[in-house]
C-alpha cells in the first residue's frame, strides 16, 4: 500500500514539477496580455490553474497505470514524449516568440495526447477518460495560437 501511494505521489510530482519549472523560465517572457486577443481568449490567469489540474490529471492516470503494472515501454514513451512536447510548446511561443512554429508544434502535440489517451483506455478506461480535458485544452490551446498568431502576425 505504501508503494502505490509513493507511485501516486510521484507520477503527479513529475508534470507538476517540470510544468513549474517551464513557469519560471516563461515568468520573464509572459507578454499574453500584450496581444491582441481572439474571441474567447481566457484571462491569464488562468492558465496556471488549468495546467495545473491537467499535470495532476495525467500523473494520476499515470500513477493507475504504474499501481496496476499497466505500463510498457511503449507507454511510458509516449507519455513522456507528450509531455516534453507539452512542456517545449510555451518555450517556442513565449520565450522565442515562435507563434506559427509553436502552432504546429501544438497540432503535434495534440497528436501525441490523443494517442496517449486512447493508449491509456485500452490498459485502463479511468486512466484514458481523465485525459480528456487534456485533450479539449489542447485543441482550445491549438486555436489560441492560431487565432494570435495571425492577429499578432
Known amino acids: ?4 501511494v509513493f507511485t501516486f505521489i510521484k507520477s503527479i510530482l513529475v508534470p507538476l514539477v517540470l510544468g513549474g519549472i517551464v513557469g519560471f523560465i516563461l515568468s520573464k517572457s509572459m507578454d499574453y496580455d500584450s496581444l491582441i486577443q481572439p474571441p474567447l481568449a481566457p484571462p491569464a490567469i488562468l492558465f496556471p490553474i488549468v495546467w495545473t489540474i491537467l499535470y495532476i490529471l495525467m500523473g494520476v492516470s499515470y500513477g493507475i497505470l504504474k499501481v496496476n503494472e499497466k505500463v510498457d515501454t511503449k507507454v511510458s514513451l509516449i507519455y513522456y514524449l507528450q509531455l516534453i512536447v507539452n512542456l517545449l510548446w510555451p518555450i517556442a511561443f513565449f520565450v522565442f516568440k515562435w507563434r506559427l ?3 504546429f508544434w501544438i497540432i503535434l502535440l495534440l497528436v501525441l495526447v490523443v494517442v496517449m489517451t486512447v493508449s491509456f483506455y485500452k490498459r485502463n478506461k479511468l486512466a484514458g477518460i481523465l485525459q480528456l480535458p487534456y485533450i479539449f485544452w489542447t485543441i482550445f490551446a491549438t486555436y489560441l495560437n492560431l487565432a494570435i498568431y495571425i492577429l499578432n502576425g
Open 101 to 103: 512554429f509553436a502552432f
Open 1 to 4: 500500500m505504501k508503494q502505490k
